[in-house]
């Protein structure tokens, strides 16, 4: 079982709602990292936070906006999105960002946009 | 060229076979590899890391070939829940924030 909680599982938006998405690791990772990925391509990454500051920002559009209140929880706040963002969302931790760090995986997101 | 290349298969082996699996990388200066396995519908695991002299972890044996740019997976022995998606991760900076996964290579082992 993976030690990276994801919440919620599944969930359904529409187009003009506001929803978030939560990820919490109590491995003492300091690195956290939200990926996307659509069916049958490989998980794209869109944020890094190391050390509860971001790092990353993969240019991914406004209406995803991540968050790291502390060193065991990241979120990630959806509003205004588009069906086409519909995905599996990923998240990550890792001990550091260095270049020999594994990745630790929850175990997703389904995300529908109607 | 794409940074990470696998062949996507599927492979369709009977169980028992040995079957491996290609991943090239495009960046000579990639710092890291590992392969990774997704089921369908879960999150990617971390099978194994790749080290430059190669690296075996029971059935699994993986390689790294910097001159060529590639990587592989060997699977001897497979087993029926081996089905599932391997992904080749490279790592291209020493920061370790530029991971590139492949597309996956998918393995259905059969009886």
């Known amino acids: 079982d993976t030690e990276v909680t994801q919440t919620p599982k599944h969930l359904v938006m529409g187009m003009t709602n506001k929803k978030s998405l939560k990820c919490e690791q109590h491995?003492?990772?300091?690195?956290m990292y939200w990926y996307k990925q659509k069916a049958k391509k490989p998980p794209e990454l869109m944020f890094v936070?190391?050390?509860?500051?971001?790092?990353i920002n993969e240019s991914v559009p406004s209406r995803f906006s991540p968050e790291c209140p502390n060193s065991s929880l990241l979120n990630l706040h959806l509003h205004a999105l588009q069906p086409e963002d519909s995905a599996l969302y990923l998240c990550?931790?890792?001990?550091?960002?260095?270049?020999?760090?594994?990745?630790?995986f929850g175990s997703g997101t389904q995300l529908s946009v109607l | 060229r794409k940074e990470v290349e696998q062949d996507p298969g599927p492979f369709n082996v009977p169980e028992g076979a040995t079957v491996a699996f290609n991943c090239t990388y495009s960046?000579?200066?990639?710092?890291?590899f590992f392969w990774y396995r997704q089921d369908c519908r879960k999150e990617p695991k971390l099978l194994m890391s790749?080290?430059?002299s190669g690296n075996e972890d029971g059935r699994f044996t993986a390689q790294l070939n910097r001159a060529s740019q590639y990587i592989s997976l060997l699977i001897r022995d497979s087993k029926l829940s081996d089905s599932a998606t391997y992904l080749c991760v490279v790592n291209m900076n020493q920061a370790g924030t530029a991971l590139i996964f492949g597309k996956g290579t998918t393995l259905s082992v059969s009886s």
């Open positions: 990550a931790s890792s001990q550091e960002t260095g270049s020999n760090e594994k990745l630790f």
């Open positions: 491995m003492g990772h300091r690195a």
């Open positions: 936070y190391s050390y509860e500051k971001l790092s």
């Open positions: 960046n000579s200066a990639s710092q890291s």
């Open positions: 790749v080290y430059s």
